[in-house]
């Protein structure tokens, strides 16, 4: 058996490969870990940089009991990653896609990214999306916060390091008239 993990350094990333190491050591399938760049960091980025964070986090899953064949690819300059999990989960004969994805509003979940979306819609196995969960509040949630216990909006806004606004009805432009 084989499992293809779509890897990006992020919460997400992360939590997306604890999810394949432990699918992978329940099967006993070997896992490959198919590693994106981000595109803005390409010129003058140094792969070993990129890969020892990446290489620690295995290391640490193997120093807890990971005892399967992990190999780590880099995706081709170029080429998205969607395509890439896709193309890569039909020549290795994978059995199983795991990719991450950030968390969302009930609504926002129907807009997923681009390389999640060609996956999910290209790939000829079970793909398997793994939430991250970085401990923050996520914009809906520290908005929610905010409106029950106004003196909550201020730690809100500073846990998430995000400005939270709340709109004023009375003041929403009318599109009806």
Do not use: N
Not at 17 to 36: G, Q, S, Y
Not at 81 to 107: F, K, N, Y
């Amino acid at each position: 058996m084989k499992i293809i993990l779509g890897y990006v350094p992020t919460g997400e990333g992360r939590a997306a490969l604890d999810a394949a190491a432990e699918e992978a050591e329940v099967h006993r399938a070997t896992l490959l870990i198919i590693r994106a760049v981000d595109p803005s960091a390409r010129d003058g980025f140094d792969s070993m940089t990129a890969d020892a964070p990446l290489q620690e986090r295995v290391d640490a899953l193997r120093g807890q009991g990971l005892t399967v064949e992990v190999d780590v690819r880099k995706i081709p300059d170029g080429q998205s990653a969607g395509g890439t999990l896709v193309w890569a989960a039909q020549e290795e004969g994978a059995d199983l896609i795991v990719i991450g994805h950030r968390r969302r509003s009930p609504v926002g979940k129907l807009l997923l990214g681009s390389d999640a979306q060609e996956v999910l819609l290209g790939a000829d196995c079970p793909v398997a999306d793994r939430q991250g969960d970085d401990g923050r509040p996520t914009r809906e949630r520290a908005g929610r916060l905010s409106q029950r216990d106004p003196a909550r909006h201020q730690l809100a806004a500073h846990v998430g390091r995000f400005p939270v606004e709340r709109m004023d009805r009375r003041r929403a432009p009318s599109r009806l008239g």
